[in-house]
């Protein structure tokens, strides 16, 4: 009996023996286990938005905000509109009458026109240092706009959509006698002006006849027409592009009137002289239109 116990007692040690060692040798040859990573919503500074790329939005720009306005692209302030027709001429070098004095006489006149709306300029600028000028600009119908100094620029705005009539004048203040440059710019598609109470007194006085400068805006013609009283006098009158060379004055003819027509090339600059080459004969008033394309 102790003999059959003891025979199991050994073979139940051998079975248990076995089942060790088999565990032990799965133990080694199994390795660690793997190792598990944090997941995103437990790791460390873990955000619950969606990432970049998740979504499909460029990592750099944050989406829109939901329900945002489309951007407004600002609107461009329009360029003022250039005044229709413009012109300039300047009477150059012209020695005005003064108010009293030796010099005494009537102002200088200038007669236009503009057609539309715009702004008319008179400006008034000594060539010489010679005193001071009341100078005037006015539309017919309206007020006038006068200052005296020794050099002006009068600005008159108009609304009017139809042809106005408009002066200039200018005259020396007290017993001075100014020479000055004289210039007019105003809008017109009919460029003219007329000199009124100008002098044609000759070579001995410094009131000989007038000289201007304009720009041919269109190919045309360039027309002056002078008269100065009942006296026929030697007179040079020429229209020449402002690039001509300096040259003598060559005598027209011989009456007390003038009456010439000057072809003219767009854009082009031209210098205007109307000049008395007889000696003097005393005050002798001068009335000149130019007109002009």
């Known amino acids: 009996m102790n003999d059959r116990w003891r025979t199991i007692a050994i073979v139940l040690a051998l079975v248990l023996a076995l089942l060790g060692g088999i565990a032990a040798a799965v133990v080694l040859t199994a390795g660690p286990g793997p190792s598990v990573l944090p997941s995103p919503t ?11 790329e998740a979504s499909g939005l460029p990592s750099s720009a944050p989406p829109s905000p939901t329900g945002s306005a489309p951007a407004v692209s600002p609107t461009a302030t329009p360029s003022p509109t250039p005044q229709a027709n413009l012109t300039t001429i300047v009477f150059t070098s012209m020695k005005l009458n003064a108010q ?19 702004k008319v300029v008179a400006a008034f600028k000594p060539t010489v240092t010679s005193g001071k000028t009341v100078a005037c600009l006015k539309p017919a ?8 100094g020794t050099t002006e620029t009068l600005t008159y705005t108009t609304s009017r959509a139809g042809k106005t ?12 006698a100014p020479t000055l440059d004289i210039t007019l710019t105003f809008g017109t598609a009919h460029p003219s002006v007329t000199l009124t109470n100008g002098r044609f007194d000759g070579t001995t006085f410094p009131y000989d006849g007038a000289t201007f400068r304009l720009t041919a805006r269109a190919s045309g013609s360039i027309v002056v027409k002078a008269n100065w009283g009942a006296h026929p006098f030697d ?15 060559v005598p027209t003819g011989n009456a007390p009137f003038a009456t010439a027509t000057f072809a003219a090339t767009a854009g082009t ?19 000149m239109t130019v007109s002009w394309p």
């Open 141 to 148: 119908g309206g007020s006038a706009n006068c200052r005296t």
């Open 165 to 176: 009539n408009w002066t200039a004048t200018a005259i020396g203040s007290g017993a001075d």
């Open 42 to 52: 437990t790791a460390a500074g873990a955000s619950n938005s969606p990432s970049a």
């Open 100 to 118: 009293k004095g030796a010099n005494l006489g009537l102002g200088r006149t200038f007669a236009f026109q503009t057609e539309g709306p715009g």
């Open 235 to 249: 007179y040079a009158l020429l229209v020449e592009p402002a690039s001509t060379p300096p040259h003598g004055v």
């Open 269 to 287: 600059v031209y210098n205007g002289t109307l000049v008395n080459l007889a000696d003097g004969f005393g005050l002798t008033p001068l009335t």
